[in-house]
């Protein structure tokens, strides 16, 4: 045994082992077993995601480039065609249009007014859980029943709103749904009605996550209110802003339930949106093969915006917080 002389105690005593590290074969054998258990934990998801989500774009890609009925498989190849089809038809060019006025009204009217009624909702006011229970309430109901609904409102001769409309002198009623000039916003009407409580919650727990010292400091430096929300409550609502104009677009981009049950697309296509002309040639006239070619152009269109939208707009939130987490720590 190897020893080794103790200054302090005069004599020499036993010399202390050397760390013996645990053998490779252990360590290999425990990262095997943490890989393993997040192959495990991972495996369904993936496998769900490879079924419902990468299956389903590679298949409609793979049909965008072929004259198909949906019967049989797919035999009659003709490349690119379809594409040039879609982006030259006078129909498309139109949902592409209308897609732009939907987005258009819901930034400049449906979102700030969901941003006002979530600065009021903020107040001290006597009873604004009810008030926010019921502003909310509409964004639970689906779509098809949000249809329906308003179909019955605005039935001509029966619906409220042919009634509602009489008391002030107007013909209103059920032909806005009916016009050309006026289906379109009738539709961002519903559509307000349907979302902008799904907004309104979004601003609203930015604004009570606002540190209430902030403008408390802004009006002891004599601010008023609006300069307070201006400079203070405004840009640090930004991230809850970008990520309710993502949504907003994202979702006009694939609007279609709503669309179909309340109006069809029609009057003469005036209130038709790019899925729904979609439904239209894919399941109406087995026009498969240019059903796929549709999808896979709303497909680009939204991963398009969205990496965009994710390397410009979204990115330096997101490298926010992981800064603050990381100060945190």
């Known amino acids: 045994m190897a020893t ?40 369904p998801a993936l496998v769900l995601f490879l079924l419902l989500v990468i299956a389903p774009i590679l298949v409609a890609a793979y049909g965008s480039l072929f004259k198909w009925n949906g019967f049989g498989l797919p035999e009659q190849n003709v490349g690119l065609d379809n594409f040039t089809r879609a982006l030259g038809d006078p129909i498309f060019q ?33 009873g604004r859980g009810v008030y926010r229970l019921l502003f909310f309430a509409p964004y639970v109901i689906s779509e098809v029943t949000t249809a329906v609904l308003f179909t019955l409102v605005f039935s001509p001769n ?51 996550g606002i540190p209430r010292e902030l403008t408390e400091a802004a009006t002891t430096d004599g601010a008023n209110a609006w300069q307070t929300f201006r400079h203070v409550t405004l840009p640090l609502l930004g991230p809850t802003i970008r990520i309710s104009i993502f949504l907003s677009v994202i979702g006009t981009i694939q609007l279609f339930d709503m669309v179909w049950v309340l109006t069809g697309g029609g009057p003469i296509h005036a209130s038709e949106t790019m899925a729904v002309t979609m439904y239209q040639y894919g399941f109406r006239r087995f026009e498969v093969g240019y059903a796929s070619a549709i999808s896979i152009v709303m497909f680009l269109l939204s991963l398009v915006f969205a990496l965009a939208y994710q390397r410009f707009v979204l990115r330096r939130d997101t490298a926010g917080a992981i800064t603050t987490a990381g100060v945190q720590r």
């Open 94 to 126: 139109g949902d592409l249009w209308r897609a732009l006025v939907l987005i258009t009204l819901s930034l400049v009217i449906q979102l700030p007014v969901s941003l006002g009624l979530a600065m009021l909702l903020n107040q001290p006011l006597r």
């Open 4 to 43: 080794i002389h103790d200054p302090v105690a005069g004599r020499r005593v036993p010399a202390a082992a050397p760390a013996i590290s645990p053998e490779p074969h252990r360590r290999d054998r425990s990262g095997v077993r943490r890989l393993g258990t997040i192959a495990i934990f991972l495996a």
């Open 158 to 208: 029966r619906g409220f709103g042919e009634t509602f409309s009489r008391w002030f002198g107007t013909e209103v009623g059920g032909a806005i749904f009916a016009d050309p000039d006026t289906v379109l916003y009738a539709l961002f009407l519903v559509i307000s009605w349907k979302y902008f409580g799904l907004h309104m919650i979004l601003y609203l727990a930015g604004r009570q």
